[in-house]
């Protein structure tokens, strides 16, 4: 089993950065595809971002692309979102998750584990 612990969200203005951590257990981290997504009030949950199991390959949802960047370091078990250039709309909590899958996927049914989530807030 993984758990999953997410930190570093807060109350900005837009343009601002953020970084987030989430924080993996387990000595099975390194297999997992990692992913960030975020839900917005009274809206679903919808896919940000994932990378693979090496950290060699990374996707994002267009909404975020350019501004956002996810990296892992399997050595400490821990997956970042750098967020950048931030919107308004970016305002979310933020959920990290780790699925079995090793091909891509951006569907919340494939992520096996999930964190309890951060909260963004961007103001205007």
């Known amino acids: 089993q993984v758990q999953l612990v997410e930190s570093g969200g807060g109350l900005v203005q837009a343009g601002a950065s953020l970084r987030l951590s989430c924080a993996a257990s387990?000595?099975?981290?390194?297999?997992?595809?990692m992913g960030w997504f975020r839900q917005a009030p009274g809206k679903e949950r919808e896919f940000v971002s994932t990378?693979?199991?090496?950290?060699?390959?990374?996707y994002y949802a267009d909404s975020v692309k350019g501004r956002f960047t996810i990296s892992r370091d399997n050595a400490k078990n821990t997956v970042l979102l750098q967020m950048n250039s931030l919107k308004p709309e970016d305002t979310a909590v933020y959920y990290c998750?780790?699925?079995?899958?090793?091909?891509?996927?951006?569907?919340?049914?494939?992520?096996?584990?999930w964190g309890q989530g951060t909260q963004v807030t961007v103001s205007s």
């Open positions: 387990g000595r099975t981290f390194s297999t997992y595809r």
């Open positions: 998750a780790a699925s079995r899958q090793v091909a891509r996927t951006i569907l919340l049914n494939e992520y096996d584990y």
């Open positions: 990378i693979s199991w090496s950290g060699g390959t990374t």
